[in-house]
């Protein structure tokens, strides 16, 4: 079984809509939690850590489940560019690791079409 | 967040050769990681690079294919060795250890084609 599991997407909305992602965790274990956005031929940009009690950026709001294990990200009135592949990551202390290790999900696909 | 370049941008290299890839931060952190990803894939770590020792490799990955070295807390380098096209990917370096200590940041990525 996969660390992460990702809503494989892709998701094409209207702009203005609302649109949210999941992602499952399968280790109690995990410490901290991510949001990256990917663009096309880019490399992953951090878009927000996710902590325990929720934590909103503008029109971004990520939650955090422990007892589900799940993670989402929850967009808001969508814009054109938000389009990108959004990935979610979490970060396992292992014995020995310093800062532990992320696992990342496949990705959700968002396209924002006027 | 700290400044990473990745050199070179994009490759195409013949079936055989072997190419390194450079990872340079503007700052001292404490964890350098190299990544892989495909077309369409999500990212597969394939190792942490160790300041003075030896690097971690994930399963599937091995030294000989993929030797690193990181000579100080901000540098790095992986070789990939003996190419096949199969090994055309983008490879991303990344950085934890800033001010976000575990968050990671990521180079632009090294685009390799081999032929």
């Known amino acids: 079984r996969k660390e992460v599991e990702q809503d494989p997407g892709p998701f094409n909305v209207p702009e203005g809509a609302t649109v949210a992602f999941n992602c499952t965790y399968s280790?109690?274990?995990?410490?901290?939690f991510f949001w990256y956005r990917q663009d096309c031929r880019k490399e992953p940009k951090l878009l927000m850590s996710?902590?325990?009690s929720g934590n909103e950026d503008g029109r971004f709001t990520a939650q955090l489940n422990r007892a589900s294990q799940y993670i989402s990200l929850l967009i808001r009135d969508s814009k054109l560019s938000d389009s990108a592949t959004y990935l979610c990551?979490?970060?396992?202390?292992?014995?020995?690791?310093?800062?532990?290790?992320?696992?990342f999900g496949r990705g959700t696909q968002l396209t924002v079409w006027p | 967040s700290a400044v990473i370049s990745q050199k070179p941008s994009r490759d195409i290299c013949q079936r055989g050769t072997s190419l390194t890839i450079q990872c340079q931060v503007d700052?001292?952190?404490?964890?350098m990681f190299w990544y892989r990803q495909q077309p369409g894939q999500s990212l597969t770590l394939i190792a942490t690079?160790?300041?003075?020792?030896?690097?971690?490799?994930e399963s599937g990955f091995v030294i000989d294919k993929f030797p690193i070295s990181r000579p100080n807390l901000t540098f790095s380098t992986l070789t990939v060795s003996n190419m096949s096209p199969e090994d055309s990917s983008i490879y991303l370096c990344?950085?934890?250890?800033?001010?976000?200590?575990?968050?990671?940041?990521f180079g632009p990525g090294t685009r390799l084609l081999v032929l």
């Open positions: 700052s001292q952190v404490t964890m």
């Open positions: 996710v902590y325990s």
């Open positions: 690079a160790n300041q003075g020792s030896e690097a971690t490799y």
């Open positions: 990344s950085v934890a250890g800033t001010a976000h200590q575990e968050t990671q940041y």
């Open positions: 280790n109690s274990a995990s410490q901290s």
């Open positions: 990551a979490v970060n396992i202390y292992n014995r020995g690791s310093t800062l532990g290790r992320l696992y």
